[in-house]
């Protein structure tokens, strides 16, 4: 799979109109990868666009892209406040942009943004799918994973014949992780390890409860993902896209922070681990199959096949 990062940044983009920290002042000065515009992802093989944030249009033109198909995470205006972009692919392509969209996302997008009215004009052609199921995208997989909050928020599993990969790009704590082993994971940042830190973050900080620390952040994603990217960077951390790539490092070559642009390398899978993948996913598609009709039980038994191929690791 061939996934880009087009946009790296946390909820506010890097420069912000006004601002005159180091970060903003790098990255007016020199642009590169110190310049971040809102979260999103494109997955070439499914010709799918995730989130339309404010950039969305200049983000596509930079690369070239007009995607058939959308999908979003969420409504914050981070990864949603940009979708007038589907009127501009529809146009350009004289053709409908297919959204794809989590039930429960429907209301909260349509009450916020021009939702409706792209449908009415023609512009988008909705295509409403349940939460935790997968659909099918061009020959992949695509699996909107809900998180255990009030608010609709998804991320997105794609699954190939030889390949996993997930997008989280925001809120992890409350993400229930997918069973078995990923080729690439692009997910919210952790808090940075405290002395890379130009600031003090007092222990009462809401950060605290709401993101994993770095360390955690290794651990969790440790032996499930080969590649791990984190995403959503936040310019209240203020950190330069170099002083990220050392504390990337202390977690060794899997890890890194996304910048714009960002291409995830396919990484070959470990020699005699291509077997093993192939039989888990001749086991968990058996599954899938089998108890599709009971959500529980199903997770139940993934959750036990994961365990077992994590156990039988070389
Ligand atoms: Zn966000
Ligand atoms: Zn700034």
Same mark, same amino acid.
């Given at each position: 799979?061939?996934?880009?990062?087009?946009?790296?940044?946390?909820?506010?983009?890097?420069?912000?109109?006004?601002?005159?920290?180091? =970060?903003?002042?790098?990255?007016?000065?020199? $642009?590169?990868? %110190?310049?971040?515009?809102?979260? @999103? /992802?494109? #997955?070439? +093989?499914?010709?799918?666009?995730?989130?339309?944030?404010?950039?969305?249009?200049?983000?596509?033109?930079?690369?070239?892209?007009?995607?058939?198909?959308?999908?979003?995470?969420?409504?914050?205006?981070?990864?949603?406040?940009?979708?007038?972009?589907?009127?501009?692919?529809?146009?350009?392509?004289?053709?409908?942009?297919?959204?794809?969209?989590?039930?429960?996302?429907?209301?909260?997008?349509?009450?916020?943004?021009?939702?409706?009215?792209?449908?009415?004009?023609?512009?988008?052609?909705?295509?409403?799918?349940s939460?935790n199921r997968p659909?099918?995208?061009?020959?992949?997989?695509?699996?909107?994973?809900?998180?255990?909050?009030?608010?609709?928020?998804?991320?997105? =599993?794609?699954?190939?014949?030889?390949?996993? $990969?997930?997008? %989280?790009?925001?809120?992890?704590? @409350? /993400?229930? #992780?997918? +069973?078995?082993?990923?080729?690439?994971?692009?997910?919210?940042?952790?808090?940075?390890?405290?002395?890379?830190?130009?600031?003090?973050?007092?222990?009462?900080?809401?950060?605290?409860?709401?993101?994993?620390?770095?360390?955690?952040?290794?651990?969790?994603?440790?032996?499930?993902?080969?590649?791990?990217?984190?995403?959503?960077?936040?310019?209240?951390?203020?950190?330069?896209?170099?002083?990220?790539?050392?504390?990337?490092?202390?977690?060794?070559?899997?890890?890194?922070?996304?910048?714009?642009?960002?291409?995830?390398?396919?990484?070959?899978?470990?020699?005699?681990?291509?077997?093993?993948?192939?039989?888990?996913?001749?086991?968990?598609a058996r599954i899938e199959r089998e108890f599709g009709h009971d959500p529980?039980r199903m997770r139940?038994e993934l959750?036990?096949?994961?365990?077992?191929?994590?156990?039988?690791?070389?």
């Amino acid at each position: 799979m061939h996934p880009r990062v087009l946009g790296s940044a946390g909820s506010q983009p890097t420069p912000k109109a006004g601002c005159s920290c180091r =970060l903003c002042a790098l990255a007016r000065r020199e $642009g590169g990868r %110190a310049v971040r515009t809102g979260p @999103s /992802l494109y #997955l070439h +093989e499914a010709d799918l666009l995730i989130d339309t944030p404010e950039e969305a249009n200049q983000q596509l033109t930079g690369h070239g892209l007009a995607p058939r198909r959308i999908a979003w995470t969420h409504a914050h205006p981070d990864h949603a406040a940009g979708l007038r972009v589907v009127q501009f692919l529809a146009q350009s392509s004289g053709q409908a942009v297919e959204g794809w969209l989590p039930r429960p996302l429907y209301p909260v997008l349509a009450e916020r943004y021009p939702l409706d009215y792209l449908v009415d004009a023609g512009h988008l052609e909705l295509h409403l799918v349940s939460p935790n199921r997968p659909f099918e995208l061009g020959g992949v997989r695509v699996t909107p994973l809900a998180h255990a909050l009030a608010e609709p928020v998804f991320a997105y =599993l794609f699954e190939t014949p030889s390949a996993r $990969g997930l997008y %989280a790009p925001d809120h992890l704590r @409350s /993400l229930p #992780l997918p +069973e078995g082993p990923l080729d690439w994971a692009v997910v919210q940042m952790p808090i940075p390890p405290l002395d890379a830190l130009s600031f003090e973050l007092p222990p009462e900080h809401a950060a605290w409860k709401n993101f994993y620390t770095f360390e955690e952040a290794v651990e969790v994603w440790r032996g499930r993902t080969r590649r791990l990217v984190f995403t959503h960077v936040y310019e209240s951390v203020r950190m330069t896209p170099e002083e990220l790539d050392a504390v990337a490092a202390r977690a060794g070559d899997w890890v890194r922070f996304a910048h714009d642009g960002m291409e995830i390398a396919e990484a070959a899978p470990p020699r005699g681990e291509a077997a093993r993948l192939e039989a888990f996913r001749a086991e968990q598609a058996r599954i899938e199959r089998e108890f599709g009709h009971d959500p529980k039980r199903m997770r139940a038994e993934l959750r036990r096949l994961w365990s077992r191929y994590r156990s039988e690791r070389p």
